[in-house]
């Protein structure tokens, strides 16, 4: 059996969340989330406390297609540290975290605008 590391290459509206997972182009994926320009890979994150500059590293690769990244942190708003806040600000990208239910909902409306958007979201049950 060979496994992949998950990546959907294209932007896709997300047609649901929850139960640990999401659901976007006619599939679905267990986990966590990462939909930048280039497309929507698999997030190895279950939690805001695991948030690092290593694991934001595929978007500030595109910075210079993204102006917005919404960042999901689970059920609850979880605040960025400042470290990271000042390193979106450094790359000219503004972060805005919120419930991964807001930042599903954000994004599809402002993907559907055809915005430059990314979005970091954290899988909820």
């Not at 497309?39 to 993204?66: C, H, K, M, T």
């Not at 400042?82 to 600000?89: C, D, P, S």
Request: aromatic share 8%; proline share 6%.
């Amino acid at each position: 059996m060979e496994i992949r590391n998950a990546h959907f290459p294209g932007r896709a509206p997300l047609d649901a969340y929850g139960n640990g997972g999401f659901r976007f182009a006619n599939m679905s994926h267990r986990g966590s989330l990462l939909c930048i320009p280039s497309g929507i890979y698999g997030w190895n994150l279950n939690d805001p406390s695991e948030f690092s500059q290593e694991a934001f590293q595929r978007v500030l690769d595109e910075q210079d297609s993204v102006e917005v990244l919404l960042v999901g942190t689970g059920l609850d708003l979880r605040p960025l540290p400042e470290h990271l806040k000042e390193m979106f600000r450094e790359a000219n990208i503004l972060a805005d975290p919120m419930s991964t239910g807001a930042a599903v909902r954000t994004y599809n409306v402002l993907l559907s605008e055809n915005r430059a958007v990314a979005a970091a979201l954290l899988a909820v049950d």
